[in-house]
C-alpha cells in the first residue's frame, strides 16, 4: 500500500484514502462548444501512458476532499512529490 502526502492537510495518508483523478495539467479547452468531435474526443479520451515519471491529480476523498497534484513512477509506484493544483512539479517527467 502507498503512503501518501497530501499537500493540503500536510499529513502521510493511507492509499484507500484517495482517489485517482487522471493525469495532471491538462487544460480545458477554452470554447468546448468550437472544437470538432475529433478534437474534443482528443481532450477527453487520449492521455499519455509513460514508462518512467508522470505527473497525476489525486483526490483526498478521506480527508480534506482536494484534489492534488503527485509526481509518481509508473514502474516503482513511488510518489517522488505532491503538490497543490496549480504549482509546478519540482520533479521532471511528462506532463
Known amino acids: 500500500m502507498l503512503n501518501i502526502y497530501c499537500p493540503h492537510c500536510g499529513e502521510h495518508r493511507e492509499e484507500d484514502e484517495f482517489h485517482y483523478g487522471g493525469e495532471a495539467h491538462i487544460a480545458r479547452p477554452a470554447d468546448p462548444n468550437a472544437l470538432s468531435d475529433a478534437e474534443w474526443a482528443q481532450y477527453l479520451f487520449m492521455r499519455k501512458n509513460p ?36 504549482e509546478q512539479p519540482r520533479q521532471g517527467g511528462q506532463s
Do not use: D, P, S
Open 51 to 86: 514508462r518512467g515519471l508522470h505527473h497525476e491529480m489525486w483526490y483526498h476523498a478521506a480527508g480534506c476532499r482536494k484534489f492534488f497534484n503527485a509526481t509518481r513512477h509508473t514502474v516503482t509506484y513511488e510518489i517522488q512529490e505532491t503538490y497543490k493544483v496549480g
